[in-house]
């Protein structure tokens, strides 16, 4: 069974992976031109509107050097939000792309899968599974909030950032087990079942998430290391 320390392997596995199957590499392309254009779009779009929303919250009488700061700090603060945003826009927009790699990745591992349910129906299922993910993981961080104002106050980084790192593992396990039409709740029994692993692939993505626009470019290596995560952890386990 896979443990911490091996977890955090397993996105750089899964470039190995794709480095070596060339009939990956289509999908793979294709999940990174789609991130890679609604970066530029978003980071164009910034570029236009920054002047005119830094003139909108800055007082008519301030100090010169004001505005340059204050557009240093909402591109801070736009930077932020891309890196938090790129599992969920992200793989929402590479869905398509992804699934397939995924369910192609499965079958070269040997495994027989249910029939492909078609592009549209990818879609529509990654629309569905990123707005419940969103919603479970929004709810319980909202819940955590509550710590802040208790003497337990303490607590709430250490549990947040724990629980984002399992997010970022099921954002990632999720293909594989969606590909075997694994029931959604059951997706994250999956995850806190096999915690220990599931911790090590989830911090190996935060921290390459951390890299400004890094995960952005890993994200077809990222779904392939999880697709080899849910397999290796199977294989581990006795079968009943």
């Known amino acids: ?20 199957r060339r009939e990956l590499w289509k999908y793979a392309a294709g999940a990174f031109a789609l991130n890679v254009l609604l970066f530029t779009a ?16 800055t007082p008519e009488r301030t100090w010169e ?4 700061v204050l557009s240093c700090l909402l591109a801070l603060v736009a930077l932020v ?19 397939a790699m995924t369910e192609r990745m499965l079958g070269l591992l040997g495994e027989t899968l249910p029939p492909s349910r078609g592009w549209a129906n990818a879609l529509g299922r990654a629309l569905l599974n990123q707005f419940l993910k ?5 709810g319980i961080q909202a819940l ?30 999720d293909y594989p087990l969606d590909a075997r039409r694994v029931p959604v709740p059951a997706r994250i029994a999956w995850v806190f079942r096999h915690a220990r692993p599931a911790l090590g692939f989830g911090a190996a993505c935060l921290g390459l998430s951390l890299v400004p626009f890094l995960l952005y470019f890993l ?6 290391g999880g697709v080899l995560l849910v397999r290796d952890i199977d294989a581990a386990v006795p079968k009943s």
């Open 65 to 68: 050097w004001v505005k340059p």
């Open 144 to 173: 955590l909030l509550v710590l802040l104002l208790t003497p337990a106050a303490i607590l709430h980084p250490p549990l947040a950032g724990f629980l984002t790192v399992l997010f970022l593992a099921l954002e990632f396990a």
């Open 219 to 224: 994200l077809p290596s990222a779904v392939a």
């Open 81 to 99: 939000l891309a890196l938090f945003l790129f599992t969920l826009v992200g793989n929402l927009v590479a869905g398509p792309f992804l699934d």
């Open 134 to 138: 969103l919603l479970l993981f929004g």
């Open 1 to 20: 069974m896979p443990g911490f320390f091996r977890g955090l392997s397993y996105p750089f596995r899964g470039l190995a992976f794709l480095a070596r």
């Open 42 to 57: 978003g980071a164009v779009l910034l570029w236009i509107a920054l002047p005119d929303l830094v003139r909108a919250i």
